[in-house]
């Protein structure tokens, strides 16, 4: 699967921001997705996952009550949803497909990744 992330931007500490991740092939809804972030100068971290078919999902502490997964397999797609943005959450997102059950945090259980998106948040 191939993957093509959008919806980064610029925005004000505070505002909010909806990225997408569409998914070519028609194997979409047979992968676990999962979004990271990498800050410059840091290692690219575990932003937030989601089960193949929607049901479970998990975030990072960080991140968790401001930020919501989902998907929608008919349009072979992932959404972060992404509010009460800070200034720390400034990175560029990546959205990555897992065909592993556990440990979804772990970035090296994902196989396919997206170009990364930028986002910038100002205070």
């Known amino acids: 699967v191939q993957l093509q992330a959008s919806g980064g931007g610029l925005v004000q500490a505070g505002g909010s921001l909806r990225l997408s991740c569409a998914a070519s092939g028609r194997t979409f809804s047979n992968y676990n997705m999962g979004w990271f972030r990498q800050a410059p100068g840091k290692e690219r971290e575990f932003v937030a996952a989601?089960?193949?078919?929607?049901?479970?999902?998990y975030y990072a502490d960080s991140v968790k009550g401001r930020f919501t997964i989902s998907r929608d397999n008919a349009k072979n797609t992932v959404y972060l949803q992404m509010n009460s943005l800070k200034p720390e959450d400034t990175a560029v997102y990546y959205c990555?497909?897992?065909?592993?059950?556990?440990?979804?945090?772990?970035?090296?259980?994902?196989?396919?990744w997206g170009q990364g998106t930028q986002v910038t948040v100002s205070s």
């Open positions: 989601i089960s193949w078919s929607g049901g479970n999902t």
């Open positions: 990555a497909a897992s065909r592993w059950v556990s440990d979804l945090s772990d970035l090296n259980k994902y196989t396919n």
